[in-house]
């Protein structure tokens, strides 16, 4: 077992401080498990298998795929994108942040609240909380979505999904859209999933941050 918590830190691209920090041990006691030296906790093991999607028959015995797949990912691809084995995505927490712009403006000091490693997706930037009904059904409020931050608003691949920072009367709002040309010099059109929300036309002056939306992922209530 002890070869495999290699393997997976290699494959999840995370350095053994970062592993072991995630597991809540320090580096050497990480390298100790990894040259067999020491053995894996059941703590850790559960952090392997909970929170890092680990399969559990492959970690004990080698057989089957290293993680288990996620059947309520969603994911959202072109066919330019190139799709990694596994990445690890920070998901952060938008009031944590204070919004979209301090996060995109400085993401390396924005500490996230977890991490989120899903196999076959393009590279994504980091992961959010829906919040409101604006895209039911294809997502309701507590999904998480993974984005790929844009830097130029003429980078839109029109009539797909973003998430947006809005400046509303100088308040930031958040939310995912669709977005779609409009007939108005200067302007683009937000469109719901959700029926009984109007489509929206905004200045594109007013969008302060912006994200093509990569995959969701449908958080269950378990009662």
């Known amino acids: 077992m002890n070869e495999r918590v290699k393997l997976i830190r290699k494959q999840l691209g ?77 998901l952060y927490s938008i009031e944590g942040t204070a919004g979209l712009v ?12 977890n991490y989120i490693h899903i196999p076959n997706l393009p590279k994504c930037d980091g992961a959010l909380y829906v919040r409101g009904d604006s895209m039911y059904p294809l997502l309701k409020s507590g999904d998480i979505v993974l984005y790929k931050q844009l830097n130029d608003i003429d980078d839109i691949f029109w009539g797909d999904m973003y998430l947006l920072s809005i400046d509303i009367d100088g308040e930031e709002y958040v939310t995912v859209k669709y977005i779609q040309k409009s007939d108005r010099e200067g302007y683009v059109k937000l469109v719901s999933q959700n029926p009984h929300h109007a489509d929206k036309e905004i200045e594109i002056g007013r969008i ?7 995959a969701s992922i449908r958080m269950n209530s378990m009662r």
């Open 14 to 90: 995370m350095t053994q401080e970062q592993l072991a920090q995630h597991l809540g041990i320090g580096k050497a006691a990480l390298s100790m498990i990894e040259t067999g030296k020491a053995g894996l906790s059941s703590r850790n093991r559960n952090i392997l298998v909970q929170e890092l999607n680990v399969n559990p028959e492959w970690l004990e015995t080698g057989r089957g795929n290293m993680f288990n797949a996620d059947p309520d990912l969603t994911a959202y691809m072109h066919r330019t994108d190139n799709s990694l084995p596994m990445q690890s995505v920070p």
């Open 102 to 113: 301090p996060l995109f403006t400085d993401q390396t000091q924005t500490k996230p609240v």
């Open 208 to 214: 302060r941050a912006i994200a093509l939306v990569k």
